[in-house]
């Protein structure tokens, strides 16, 4: 009877064995599609921190949606533009801390009067937990971000050349301009326009708690002016509509809605933005006991407190107001309209949980606006 031959296994084989298999194990992984992970923000001890910055070159840089600039002949990073592929602009004025030793301090009292010297802290986080949640909604796509990371003591984005004692000269004066007039109206104002005729212009803030209603919607357009009845909004010789930060908007939809109805209204075909925000909120507030609230909306449509906007919404939403008309030449059929976004202190620093729910809803509500006012399709 013929022994049958056993081969001896060798600790030599085993590994080489163990090694290929591991081998085929790894490349039945790179197999799978990437998944989608949201944007590393974090360093080793957990805090936030913005990705570096690739240098951006007016008139030759070709803007990458979901890369990071900055404009290489100024200071990195002290203004950074985000490159999207939505009709979506949203800056962050107020959230920076950097306080570099060669930009001088904006006093506190300037020109005879006070000004506001304080950061909205955490709203460049509140901007990047809405970047992902945009990504999610999208399946990848991006808006386009402008954000400041200078401290206000320093420079105030939301004020004009020069204005509150703002810096015209060095670094300080270069991020102005960075800021307003290369990547919002040198960049993506012209992105959005040339790829979609029309957009949306969100200006990210915060506000104090327990002052007005904890989420406020500014369109240039005091609480005094909202105190009018809709007949007085919407006649008046339309001077309401003209200053509004939506009166390209309200032109284009004439026909469908007037202009109280496009601010405050309620209808199924044109729903105020306050009011699609506050759908979403109650939802939020069910599921975490809060009593988060909106203004203005259809059924707070006169809040005793709301914070209207500032400069740039008046710069970059086509607004005749102040001075300012119109300073991008929009027409009827290319525009940009949009508000000012005041978030209260809890949400965005109390619980990271809640911040990330509420950029869901915010983002939610924004695509079902920007579908019903024809920016994108209707959803």
């Known amino acids: ?3 049958t031959h056993i081969p001896v296994i060798r600790k030599t084989h085993i590994k080489w064995m163990a090694l290929l298999l591991c081998v085929n194990v790894m490349s039945m992984s790179c197999m799978q599609p990437p998944k989608k992970s949201r944007l590393q923000t974090k360093d080793q001890n957990h805090a936030f921190v913005l990705p570096e910055a690739s240098p951006f070159t007016i008139g030759k840089t070709v803007p990458v949606p979901g890369k990071l600039y900055s404009i290489d002949t100024s200071k990195s990073g002290d203004v950074v533009y ?3 592929n939505l009709p979506l602009i949203i800056s962050v004025p107020h959230g920076g801390e950097r306080v570099p030793s060669d930009i001088p301090d904006r006093k506190g009292f300037c020109d005879g009067m006070v000004i506001n010297r304080n950061n909205d802290v ?6 990047y937990d809405i970047i992902n949640a945009i990504r999610e909604k999208t399946h990848g796509k991006y808006p386009h971000v402008i954000i400041n990371t200078l401290s206000r003591t320093q420079i105030d984005q939301n004020r004009g050349w020069g204005v509150d004692c703002n ?17 919002i109206g040198d960049v993506a104002v012209p992105e959005v326009l040339k790829t979609n005729h029309t957009g949306l212009f969100i200006d990210l803030h915060g506000k104090p708690d327990n002052y007005g209603a904890d989420i406020m919607v500014g369109y240039n357009l005091t609480a005094t002016d909202l105190s009018n009845p809709d007949s007085k909004l919407n006649t008046s010789a339309k001077a ?5 930060s939506i009166r390209f908007l309200s032109k284009k939809l004439h026909a469908e809605t007037d202009f109280a109805g496009l601010l405050r209204g309620k209808s199924s075909i044109h729903e105020n933005f306050g009011s699609l925000l506050q759908d979403g909120m109650d939802e939020l507030n069910r599921t975490h006991k809060k009593k988060y609230s909106v203004s203005p909306r259809h059924d707070l449509k006169s809040p005793i407190l709301n914070l209207s906007g500032g400069y740039n919404i008046q710069a970059f939403c086509g607004v005749r107001d102040d001075g300012i008309d119109n300073e991008y030449g929009y027409t009827d059929s290319r525009f940009i309209s949009g508000f000012q976004l005041e978030v209260c202190r809890e949400i965005r620093t109390k619980n990271p949980q809640i911040r990330m729910e509420f950029a869901r809803k915010l983002a939610d509500a924004v695509f079902i606006f920007m579908s019903r006012i024809g920016i994108i399709e209707r959803v």
């Open 1 to 3: 009877m013929k022994k």
């Open 167 to 183: 810096p015209i000269t060095g670094r300080g004066g270069q991020a102005w301009k960075d800021f307003h007039e290369h990547f």
């Open 240 to 244: 309401y509509a003209e200053k509004s």
């Open 122 to 127: 955490k709203t460049i986080e509140l901007a």
């Open 82 to 84: 985000l490159a999207g």
